[in-house]
C-alpha cells in the first residue's frame, strides 16, 4: 500500500482510494465500511470502505476474508494483496485521521468528539465511492455507538441505499472483513512507517502496538514526555492515558476557555453589581480597551 | 505569543517543536 | 529568571549598557494614584518613560529557547516629566509659601525622585506650572493652579489634535463597529474628543486638578 502521500504530511487527513473496477460502475454493488485504531493512544486511525458486485459477494467469500482482529499481521497483508490482484471486481478507498486530526477535533475550542468524527468519515468514504460512479445498492457498517441511531442517520444521509448497521458486522459480512482489512494493513503500515514531525534525534520507534495497555506504549510515552510540548504528534493528546501522563510529569497550561468553564457558576450574582466604592478610579477607557495598565513591578 | 498560560518560567526545545514561518 | 517583552522607541536601542549613562528601571509615584508605578530613565537622554503593560490572561511567550508564562508585553513611551513635578509641587504649595526645587522634589517612599532634578531645561519646564522668585541668583518656585490650569488646557488641545490624526474612536462606548461609518469623525462631536481627551490627562494627575480642569 503505497502511505507516500500520509509520510508526506501525517499532521492531517489523508485520502487513498484504488482504481474503480468498471463492472462497479454497472452491476449492483455491496460496500462494507469498518475502521481500525480506535483505541491505540497514539497512530492514527484509519478509515475504510471496500466493495465488490453483489454477483461477486462468492469470490470475495472465497479469500477467506475474515474480521481483521482474528487474523495475524501476515495474513491480513496476505488477503490484502490478494484483494490487490482481484482489482477486476473490488475496490476499496480509505481516510487516514492522523494522531494529530484526531487530538486537535477533540480538543478544539468546538468540541468534535469521537463518535461524531467517526460518522463523518464513514459517510464521507461511502459519498466518494458514489462520486466516482460505483453503483452502490448496500451498504454495511461496523457500529460505533447506537447502532440504531446511526444507522437512522446513515439511512437518511443515502436514501437510495439500502443501509445496515450493526456490531460485529466485520464478522458477519465478507465486505466488511474486507474493509476491516484493508483498515488495519494501512494503520499497521502507516504506524510502523511514521515519520516524526518533530525535528528530534533521539526519537526512537520502540512504541510497541500503541494501545495503553501494551507496557511497550506506556514506557515509550514516559520516555518521550516533554514538560512543555508534551509529546511528539504521533500521540493522541486528547487521550486519558496521555493526559494522565501530562497531569504527572509536564508544566500545568491554563487556557482561556478551560479557566472560565472552572469559573463558571462559581461567581455570585451579587458580585455582578457590587461597586468597587466611591474613590476607586479606573483607567480610562483609551488604556481599558487597548488592555493596557501602568507597569507597577517587574 | 502563545494562546494560552505555561504556569512555568523554563527552557523548553522551541526549535524541536516548531519552525518559523516567515 | 524571568524575562521580559519590551517595546521601546527605536533610538534606545543603542543605549549604552554602563549604569552611569545607560537606562535605568526607576520606581516613582503615579501621579494619578499616588501609588508606585515603574518608570524607565535614560541616564544620557535625561529622559524620562513611563511603563504601560499589555496584560491578557492565558498568554505565554516563547523567548529564544524557553518559555516564559504571563505573555506580558511592556510599552515604554517617553512622558512628560512635568505631571510628576506636579505630584511634589501640589503638596508642597499647600504650604503657600516659595521652596528651591529641591526641597520640594523628595520622597523618602520614591527616593529616585531626585533623578527629575537632573532634566535638561527643568527651569523651563516649571515655569509651565509655577511661580517663580530669585534671591541672591537662587530660584525658589511656589505651585500655582492658574499656569497649570492654562498649561493643562494646551495639554489637551494637543491630545484632541493627536486622537483626531490617530482616529480614535472616542464617541459613546455603546456605537459598535457595524455602525462604523467612514465619516466618523464629523460623527464624532467636538465636546466628545475634548472630553475624551481630559479623560485620558486624568490619569496622569490628581482627582481634584482633573475636577479642576474639567470645570476650567
Redesign the interface.
Known sequence: MDLSELEKDNTGRCRLSSPVPAVCCKEPCVLGVDEAGRGPVLGPMVYAICYCPQSRLADLEALKVADSKTLSENERDRLFSKMQEDRDFVGWALDVLSPNLISTSMLGRVKYNLNSLSHDTASGLIQHALDQGVNVTQVFVDTVGLAASYQERLQQRFPDVTVTVKAKADALYPVVSAASICAKVARDQAVKSWQFVEKEQDLDADYGSGYPNDPKTKAWLRRHVEPVFGFPQLVRFSWRTAQAILETEAENVTWEDSALEEQEGSRKITSYFQGEGPQARHPHRYFQERGLEPATAL | LLPCDVLANRPAPVERFFTPAI | ????VFLLPEYLKDASKKIKSGLM?IKLV?P??G????YLFSMCLKQLF?????????????I????????LL??ATPMDPVFLLLHYLIKAGKEGKFQPIDQVVMDDVFSNCTLLLKLPELEKLLRHVTEEKEIDNKKYYKYSKEKTLKWLEKKVNQTVAALKVNR?NVGA?VQSAAFFCSDQILSDKEEDYIC?AH??I??YIP?ELSDDLSRY
Not at chain 3, 1 to 4: D, I, V
Not at chain 3, 35 to 38: P, S, T
Not at chain 3, 50 to 62: Q, R
Open positions: 529568571a524571568r524575562q521580559h528601571f503615579n494619578c494614584s501609588e508606585g508605578a515603574i513611563e511603563i504601560k503593560v499589555f496584560k491578557e490572561k492565558y498568554h505565554s511567550w516563547f529564544n529557547e524557553s518559555v516564559q508564562s504571563g505573555g511592556h510599552f480614535v462606548r475624551y479623560g485620558l486624568s490619569d482627582k
